[in-house]
């Protein structure tokens, strides 16, 4: 089985700041790796997402995401933030053999003027 | 536009009640999904299909049914309403190749 711990429910930060939202996974399988966002009373979008290849992943509006196996972390950076990042942040693992998506509990993130 | 619809929006339903929660893609994902979703909780998976007639119990099925006779269409049921079922529930889809899931809007439900 998988299970997500997200290390913070809640960051804030002021506006421009750099952003770091931790993650960190448990699975005895290989996974897949996501970072899931939900805006205010919205279903959730992906932001970005590791299969293979580079450790290192990027979305179009400034996040990357970083896999490192050996710590089994998947943690979400972005160096300036904006007001318009204010949402929920949700971490989330598949087997690789199963598409069966195992969710964190969530960081909301406040930014701040 | 194409994705994941999901009605009604919101419910209010009285314990012991029954109701059906529709979810649709017009994606031609195969694999449908019923997620609920509890504040600090994340999400949690109630049941899951990967094709039209085939279906499966995720973390928390008990209290739900669902079926999925066409590939486009998904339906939750709650047969006797009980106020844990108080939640956000989101429908989602995708592919096998796993490009990530598209998810619907959500269905506010309160048990009273």
């Known amino acids: 089985a998988q299970s997500v711990t997200q290390l913070d429910s809640q960051v804030p930060v002021f506006e421009e700041a750099p952003v770091e939202l931790r993650c960190n996974y448990s699975s005895s399988v290989s996974v897949y790796l996501f970072w899931y966002v939900q805006y205010p009373n919205q279903g959730l979008q992906l932001l970005l997402k590791?299969?293979?290849?580079?450790?290192l992943v990027e979305s179009i509006n400034g996040f990357e995401a970083e896999f490192n196996k050996s710590q089994t972390s998947f943690h979400l950076r972005k160096p300036s933030v904006h007001i318009s990042d204010t949402a929920e942040y949700f971490c989330?693992?598949?087997?690789?053999?199963?598409?069966?998506?195992?969710f964190g509990q969530g960081t909301r993130l406040t930014i701040n003027p | 536009n194409a994705g994941v619809t999901q009605t009604p929006k919101f419910r209010i339903l009285k314990i012991g009640q029954s109701m059906t929660l529709q979810c649709t893609q017009d994606?031609?994902?195969?694999?449908m999904y019923w997620y609920r979703q509890d504040p600090g909780m994340g999400l949690k998976l109630i049941y899951y299909?990967?094709?039209?007639?085939?279906?499966d119990k995720g973390e928390v099925p008990n209290g739900y049914n669902v079926s999925r006779s066409t590939t486009e269409d998904f339906p939750l049921r709650l047969e006797l309403a009980a106020p844990s079922q108080t939640s956000v529930y989101f429908c989602a889809s995708s592919y096998p190749e796993l490009e990530g899931y598209t998810f619907g809007s959500g269905t506010r439900l309160t048990v009273v």
């Open positions: 989330a693992v598949s087997p690789v053999a199963a598409q069966k998506l195992v």
């Open positions: 590791y299969l293979s290849g580079s450790t």
């Open positions: 299909s990967v094709g039209a007639g085939i279906t």
């Open positions: 994606m031609n994902h195969n694999y």
